[in-house]
């Protein structure tokens, strides 16, 4: 690697322009690596081309899915790791031992020798090559891993590892905020594409010719009776079987589904994306929103066909003239749009049916081959979670009607804080505007942060703290790996010498834990977003537009969303990528 010195300040006042050269495939790049003709990304060929590695790998793994152990023991050899541990889900610790054991057999074992370089001289010569020889321990991380949330770089490193290798979720957490280096496996599954596709053909095809019996419809030869627009997602381990999908749809578009009876059924496929998630990819804290009011026929262009879209609509519209664009007749054709998904469980999906409540739901399990339409309760859910929000503001005193659009926490930072010097500051130290009149009477709420891998973030637990404390409400930090209902009934009571207890908490951890498990709780026990909701900082009618509970699910009801948002970039401050919260180091808010 060429270095360069920084100039003096006499002889160039001015900094030069930095020029990044980035190497061309099969250039010439004279290197002292045995790896010279491979970039950093490439696996050299005593990795790629080992016959026995992939003999191993053929016969004792699974052959639809992609542990990507080739790349695996490249970054080991690559970043000369000697001390590796592995993190599985639940579903994939069964094969955590096999793939220990071959990347201990093949890491290290195989690689090319050094090259001996002869010094010209005494003066200019090196020490021997430190590679190492083989990984000297693997360690299997046992604890829970519910998704990449969970990645536990911390206690990789307590146990003196220097690389942890994370399988089965996306890259949640940040690469640059681990305190070891972690390499992130999907694992993506190859499945059955095409009888997915089938599924979906027969089921709207079956449903059209059913729909025309009751009507006494006949067939029409003009075109194609309906056209169901899907929006397709999934899980990240099939993310690649997801593209595929919408593309087989996108292909059948000019050859209309048809049946013997003569109906005939037009689809047009999407794959909606989260940002920074993969296309199609949905956590179940976090899925692809207003899809329902999603122009389908701008999201069917490119990106260049968008661009040019638009430049003909400013000509139209600058000449006067009238912008058609070929629609034709096929506006008059009815249109249904669905979500369809592909995974073996119900709770990624339950995501987009909460951010689209308004949209029919088809899940594709891939292992029992069977398609179902999935339903939830949206307004029960609201209601629920409305119910906990107002026995917080009861149970606080806040009497002021909630603000469908107040301010936000104040988005200035002082200078960062340690724990010591933030979260556990001494109350003395603390601004005397946010306390109340009487200290007697303050009621106290718990933050917990969640401890499970990289689950809570220390940054949103700041904001909470301080948004808590500029309304005169004292807190109590509590650290977590897993939220049991009995252990905070034991927190929540009220202490022997007089003090109140907790009278509610918010849990900085997962906001599925609150949607679906917070009405089990002897006290509330809310998200981020619903604590914010709780004290109006949010402009959001989402938990608001029922005043009483009814019995059908009415547009009215689902017209506003419940934001999941966690992980999204155009989330609020209550998410992990809001400003600051990226850093998710804890901050000073000024309270």
């Known amino acids: 690697m060429t270095t360069e010195a920084e100039p003096s300040a ?49 016969t004792t793994l699974p052959k639809d899915y992609d542990f990507e152990i080739l790349k695996t023991i490249w970054r080991i050899e690559n970043s000369n790791a000697q001390h590796v541990a592995l993190q599985f889900p639940e579903g994939l610790t069964m094969y955590a031992s096999t793939i220990g054991d071959i990347l201990v057999k093949f890491a290290y074992r195989f690689q090319p020798a050094a090259p001996s370089l002869q010094p010209s001289s005494e003066e200019n010569k090196e020490p021997p090559s430190t590679r190492p020889k083989a990984i000297q321990s693997l360690s299997i991380l046992g604890d829970v891993t519910y998704g990449a949330c969970c990645i536990d770089d911390l206690s990789a490193r307590a146990l003196g590892c220097d690389l942890l290798v994370h399988y089965g979720h996306s890259c949640l957490v940040p690469l640059t905020c681990t305190v070891i280096p972690c390499l992130y496996v999907f694992v993506e599954i190859r499945v059955d594409v095409q009888h997915m596709v089938d599924c979906v053909h027969m089921t709207f095809l079956q449903e059209e010719k059913d729909r025309r019996q009751n009507t006494s419809q006949e067939g029409s030869d003009d075109g194609p009776a309906r056209i169901i627009e899907a929006c397709v997602m999934g899980t990240v381990q099939f993310r690649s079987a997801v593209i595929e999908a919408a593309q087989r749809l996108n292909s059948d578009a000019d050859s209309s589904t048809s049946s013997s009876e003569g109906d005939e059924i037009k689809f047009q496929a999407i794959v909606p994306q989260a940002k920074p998630l993969s296309p199609g990819e949905t956590l179940g804290c976090t899925a692809p929103s207003g899809l329902a009011q999603l122009d389908f026929q701008d999201a069917l262009l490119s990106p260049r066909e968008r661009r040019e879209r638009k430049k003909q609509a400013a000509a139209a519209a600058a000449t006067g003239a009238v912008d058609n664009f070929p629609a034709g007749s096929i506006d008059s054709i009815p249109r249904e749009r669905v979500m369809l998904f592909l995974a073996d469980g119900r709770f990624h999906l339950e995501a987009a049916m909460i951010s689209n409540p308004t949209l029919r739901a088809l899940r594709y399990d891939p292992y029992s081959k069977t398609l179902t339409e999935e339903r939830y309760e949206t307004v029960k859910m609201k209601r629920l979670r409305r119910e906990a929000i107002m026995a917080v503001r009861k149970s606080l005193g806040i009497s002021d009607p909630l603000k469908r659009g107040g301010g936000s926490v104040a988005s200035s930072v002082q200078d960062g804080d340690d724990i010591a010097n933030s979260v556990l500051q001494p109350q003395q130290q603390r601004s005397s505007s946010s306390r109340p009149p009487s200290s007697a009477n303050r009621k106290t709420m718990g933050i917990i942060l969640g401890t499970l891998g990289r689950q809570g973030n220390p940054a949103i637990l700041s904001r909470l703290r301080s948004l808590l404390h500029s309304r005169g409400i004292q807190t109590i930090i509590v650290l977590l790996s897993e ?109």
């Open 10 to 58: 006499s002889s160039a006042p001015k900094a030069a322009p930095r020029i990044i050269r980035r190497k061309k495939k099969g250039g010439s790049t004279t290197t002292s690596s045995s790896s010279a003709s491979t970039s950093g990304n490439d696996i050299p060929p005593h990795i790629q081309n080992n016959t026995q590695l992939h003999h191993i790998i053929s």
């Open 483 to 591: 939220i049991f209902p009995k252990k905070l009934e034991m927190l929540s009571k009220p202490t022997s010498s007089g003090g109140s207890g907790v009278c509610a908490w918010v849990q900085v951890a997962c906001p599925r834990l609150s949607i679906d498990w917070g009405h089990y709780f002897c006290v509330p026990v809310l998200s981020p977003f619903e604590l914010y909701v709780a004290f109006g900082e949010v402009e959001n009618a989402a938990l608001w537009v029922a005043e009483e509970e009814k019995t059908d699910e009415t547009v009215d009801d689902l017209t506003d969303q419940y934001p999941m948002d966690f992980y999204t970039k155009s989330g609020g401050p209550w998410t992990n990528y809001y400003d600051s919260n990226t850093k998710r180091k804890v901050l000073s808010y000024g309270v």
